[in-house]
């Protein structure tokens, strides 16, 4: 069974620092990319970075891009997110979610749960 | 990049069908889309991939009365004998060569 568990998440205050971490399970992780997807209260999904199976290739959105830091560990089976300079615009359940292998994609086919990341002072 | 729309909200009867439009904007009409159910409180679920054709492939576990179609822009999920656990958030999911994309989500109301 794919199993994805997202930790990490908490309060900060504005300027601070949070890593998120994805448990990945059940599957090959090293042969996948894996997304970064964010959903502000009451509001729809944002996604926020893209990382390839060998790490080769990363993207973000222009919303995080130069704060948060997409990276992954396949000896490890995990996900991570480094989010620096964080703002109240970046409070949000932040989930990981499964998506391409060996170039074929077709979404994000699995979710982890989600971890809250609460931005406030 | 690509844009997908989606109608804030739709409703439907217990029972009933409903078709829920995501539509890709002009010169992406050929993207294949994803299609996520988002039930109140929850993460997203995936429920399909589907292409231009019409052709999809749904995922693990997903019922049989969720199917998914295609015309131009405009993808279709259609959802038969709408139960009470249909009533959800629904999102359409795209992707190009260096970002992803989300539709706005349409609120299903099972009446």
């Known amino acids: 069974e794919v199993q994805l568990v997202e930790s990490g998440g908490g309060l900060v205050q504005p300027g601070g620092s949070l890593r998120l971490s994805c448990a990945a399970s059940?599957?090959?992780?090293?042969?996948?990319?894996m997304n970064w997807v964010r959903q502000a209260p009451g509001k729809g999904l944002e996604w926020v970075s893209y990382?390839?199976?060998?790490?080769?290739?990363?993207y973000y959105a222009d919303s995080v891009k130069g704060r948060f830091t997409i990276s992954r560990d396949n000896a490890k089976n995990s996900l991570y997110l480094q989010m620096n300079s964080l703002r109240a615009e970046d409070t949000a359940v932040y989930y990981c979610?499964?998506?391409?292998?060996?170039?074929?994609?077709?979404?994000?086919?699995?979710w982890g749960q989600g971890t809250l990341v609460t931005v406030s002072s | 990049q690509p844009v997908l729309t989606q109608s804030s909200s739709a409703s439907a009867s217990l029972g009933s069908s409903v078709k829920l439009t995501c539509t890709l904007s002009?010169?992406?009409?050929?993207?294949?889309i994803a299609w996520h159910q988002q039930q109140p409180g929850k993460a997203p679920r995936y429920l399909m991939k589907?292409?231009?054709?019409?052709?999809?492939n749904k995922g693990s576990g997903v019922p049989d009365r969720f199917s998914g179609s295609s015309s131009g822009a405009d993808r279709y999920l259609t959802i038969s004998n709408l139960q009470s656990e249909d009533e959800a958030d629904y999102y359409c999911?795209?992707?190009?060569?260096?970002?992803?994309?989300f539709g706005g989500g349409t609120k299903l109301t099972v009446l």
């Open positions: 059940g599957f090959t992780f090293s042969s996948y990319s």
């Open positions: 990382i390839s199976s060998s790490s080769s290739t990363i």
């Open positions: 002009s010169g992406h009409s050929s993207y294949i």
């Open positions: 589907l292409e231009g054709s019409g052709s999809y």
């Open positions: 979610a499964r998506t391409c292998a060996g170039g074929v994609c077709q979404g994000s086919d699995y």
């Open positions: 999911e795209t992707w190009d060569s260096n970002t992803w994309v």
